[in-house]
């Protein structure tokens, strides 16, 4: 069964500073990867995906992950960060379920907290 | 955004009684899913539907139960709530093109006194 670790609970940092948040998972086959961002009292929304081809993929907001099968990891990256990146931030690994649906298993998430 | 909504969107009920949560869609999609979100766990999933009448268990589905009827609807019905049943719960939908995209509900924070 596929597992998602995100060691960091909560991450704090400063305006305008760089961010990685890390994310190693677990899975038999070619990793479906993603990132999840979730706003306070929001829903989850996607911030990028990665299926296939280039290891470093681009998402919204400026985001990118690179995936790196020799670590098992697909950390999130955004070279700077606005306050409004303060969020809670999800990472998944997805396979594949019946009828043709897909199923996601989640980390824990890790906090975002960005000083001013 | 998608057209996800889901009702109610708070609900404090009492032990022993049944709840029924709704997700309504307006995109039309094949694939819906049902999870609940408690602090320190994620998300994870209780049931999903991958079509009318067509659903499976997720990971944690004891004590639920869910029904399709129709491609807009899907239902979370908890049989008999219970105190640890008590967390936000999260509606999605993926379409048949992009199963692995999926588009979250604003959810339904539930209290079971």
């Known amino acids: 069964a596929q597992s998602v670790t995100q060691p960091d609970i909560h991450i704090t940092v400063s305006e305008g500073a760089s961010l990685e948040l890390r994310c190693n998972y677990s899975?038999?086959?070619?990793?479906?990867l993603f990132w999840y961002v979730q706003s306070p009292g929001q829903g989850l929304q996607l911030l990028l995906k990665?299926?296939?081809?280039?290891?470093l993929v681009q998402g919204i907001k400026g985001f990118e992950a690179e995936f790196k099968r020799s670590q098992s990891s697909f950390n999130l990256r955004k070279p700077s960060v606005h306050w409004s990146d303060a969020a809670e931030y999800f990472c998944a690994v997805g396979a594949p379920a019946s009828g043709g649906s897909y199923i996601p298993t989640f980390g824990r998430g890790t906090s975002l907290i960005v000083h001013p | 955004d998608a057209g996800i909504t889901q009702s109610p969107r708070h609900k404090v009920t009492e032990t022993g009684t049944p709840v029924t949560l709704r997700c309504h869609q307006t995109?039309?999609?094949?694939?819906m899913y049902w999870y609940r979100q408690d602090p320190g766990h994620g998300l994870r999933l209780i049931h999903y539907?991958?079509?009318?009448?067509?659903?499976d268990k997720g990971e944690v589905s004891d004590g639920y139960s869910v029904s399709r009827s129709k491609t807009e609807d899907f239902l979370l019905t908890l049989e008999s709530a219970t105190s640890s049943q008590t967390s936000v719960y999260f509606c999605?939908?993926?379409?048949?093109?992009?199963?692995?995209?999926?588009?979250f509900g604003p959810g339904t924070r539930l209290t079971v006194t």
């Open positions: 995109e039309n999609h094949r694939y």
């Open positions: 990665y299926f296939s081809g280039d290891t």
């Open positions: 899975y038999g086959a070619t990793p479906y």
């Open positions: 999605a939908i993926s379409g048949q093109e992009k199963p692995y995209e999926q588009y």
């Open positions: 539907s991958y079509g009318v009448k067509d659903t």
